[in-house]
């Protein structure tokens, strides 16, 4: 259970990181392009922020009953398998966890360095504009 709670709050503090810089390079998009192209008004951080959470609670969808379909596929394969291969099963179970992370670990850090790249660029061609 401790474990649990753990993981649970790095992820959920590693994502917010991650949402933090994205909005801070969206700002950076919006005042640097947007303001002078549409005369809008400049964003502050947290009003992109904010936009930035609207956006994702409304296009994102619940993935609950996909994940209790998968559960229960597991399960009726698992009950499926040989008790000599139950072995087998654990370790590819152990395996498809280690996935999962490195999955999790890639995304982020990809997320990190393109929202990097493009804020470099951004700033470059800002400087033209």
Known sequence: MKQSFWKWT???????VVGCYT????ENYWNWFVVPALHAS???FLEMLGMIWLLQLITSRSTTMEDG????LA????LCVPAEKQEELAALTENSTLDAFLQGFSQV????????LMLGA???LHLFV
């Open 23 to 26: 909005a801070f390079v969206a």
């Open 122 to 124: 951004g700033f470059v």
């Open 75 to 78: 399960s009726a394969v698992e």
């Open 109 to 116: 850090f990809g997320q990190l360095f393109s929202n990097t």
């Open 69 to 72: 379909k998968w559960k229960v």
């Open 10 to 16: 790095g992820i959920l503090l590693t994502g917010m």
């Open 42 to 44: 400049e964003v502050s």
